[in-house]
């Protein structure tokens, strides 16, 4: 092989690992800067004396993992609220009076969270964590 071959060989495999290495460090970098969809949470109020917090598959919400959720709140009566207290979160999900509903995204940090009709707050409430 001339040594014309060679060099244009070497170069081209240069290249090509340059170009391969390129590409891996951009697909790391969206891999790492890239935020997930939001989980989404079921929450519901009414009718009667009732409120809760499931996942979409309709089990109870005991613990989730920190991040960005979106929670989609079904209130049923006029008589009541849906609010989420928490770090560094205290919201008001609907109000009194209102009937339908509502989605809101929102970030939950580590720690223990509380929702509530803040009306009837002795009887209706739960809690969760996230870790």
Known sequence: MSETATIRK???????AGVLGALVALALLFSVTAE?????????????????????????VNTVTRGTYTIVVKDRSDDHNFVVR????SRAFTGVEFV?????????????????????????????AVR
Do not use: N, W
């Not at 928490?86 to 979160?89: D, L, R, S, T, W």
């Open 86 to 89: 928490g770090p560094g979160v």
């Open 36 to 60: 997930a969809a939001p989980q989404k949470l079921m929450g519901t109020v009414g009718p009667g004396y009732t409120i809760s917090l499931k996942t979409v598959s309709g089990k109870r």
């Open 100 to 128: 339908g509903t509502k989605t809101i995204k929102v970030r939950l940090g580590s720690g223990k969270y509380a929702f509530v009709c803040t009306p009837h707050s002795d009887e209706m409430h739960g809690s969760f």
């Open 10 to 16: 070497r170069l081209g495999v240069g290249v090509a």
